[in-house]
């Protein structure tokens, strides 16, 4: 079955700290996709990131970059240079390519970050 | 326009009341989806269309009733709802049902009361 876990409920930091945030899946598939999503305090889920499990290449957009890890089922989230702006429910997700109902995103229970100015 | 709206913003109903949430999308997507996020839960998927063809139902209870008339607009109906159903329901469309990026809509925020 699949599953995410994001095991930070809360992070605090100062503004201008670096900032990981953990994702780790399950699943019995071997193609999926993995995402990253912000919701802010308005509201809707904001698109961040997708990965497919054939493609282990880290990657950087900006002040946020992906590291992920197949061996250790991870897909961990790290901004860099924290801005105030960054605050918000950051939610981690996997959805199997193959399975029947493939096309359910699970969604892990998010971590809420707090930067503080 | 923004991509994926929802109305209203906020809701609050008896619980004998009826009401309609509405989504539109205006991003010329195949697939729309209705999630409920509750606090301290993780988002939950309760119904997927694809083609205004209803492809999941999550096992939602049928107090809560989806129609797609078309692949721009999506309704949740909800019917003698129970304190618990609170939350905030968020509406989100994807150009294919499997696998693509999601776009979602603010949510409504539902409280029964």
């Known amino acids: 079955a699949q599953k995410v876990t994001q095991a930070q409920t809360e992070i605090s930091v100062v503004e201008k700290e670096d900032v990981t945030l953990d994702c780790v899946y399950e699943?019995?598939?071997?193609?999926?996709?993995l995402f990253w999503y912000k919701q802010p305090p308005s509201g809707e889920l904001v698109f961040l990131i997708r990965r497919n499990s054939f493609d282990e290449q880290n990657e950087i957009s900006g002040r946020y970059s992906w590291n992920f890890q197949k061996s250790t089922s991870s897909f961990n989230f790290t901004i860099t240079a924290s801005q105030v702006v960054d605050s918000a429910v950051y939610f981690c997700?996997?959805?199997?390519?193959?399975?029947?109902?493939?096309?359910?995103?699970?969604f892990g229970a998010g971590t809420r970050l707090f930067v503080k100015a | 326009e923004t991509g994926v709206t929802q109305t209203p913003r906020h809701l609050v109903m008896g619980m004998t009341n009826k009401k309609s949430l509405k989504c539109e999308q205006h991003?010329?997507?195949?697939?729309m989806y209705w999630y409920k996020q509750s606090a301290k839960k993780p988002l939950e998927l309760m119904f997927v269309y694809s083609l205004e063809e209803r492809v999941e139902n999550n096992s939602v209870p049928s107090r809560f009733s989806p129609e797609c008339p078309n692949s721009s607009h999506l309704f949740l109906h909800l019917h003698t709802l129970q304190p618990e159903d609170s939350a905030l329901y968020l509406c989100?469309?994807?150009?294919?049902?499997?696998?693509?990026?999601?776009?979602f809509g603010q949510g409504t925020r539902l409280t029964v009361v």
């Open positions: 991003l010329g997507h195949n697939a």
């Open positions: 989100a469309s994807s150009q294919e049902v499997r696998n693509t990026e999601a776009f």
């Open positions: 699943t019995r598939d071997t193609t999926y996709y």
């Open positions: 997700a996997l959805s199997e390519i193959g399975s029947p109902g493939g096309f359910k995103t699970i």
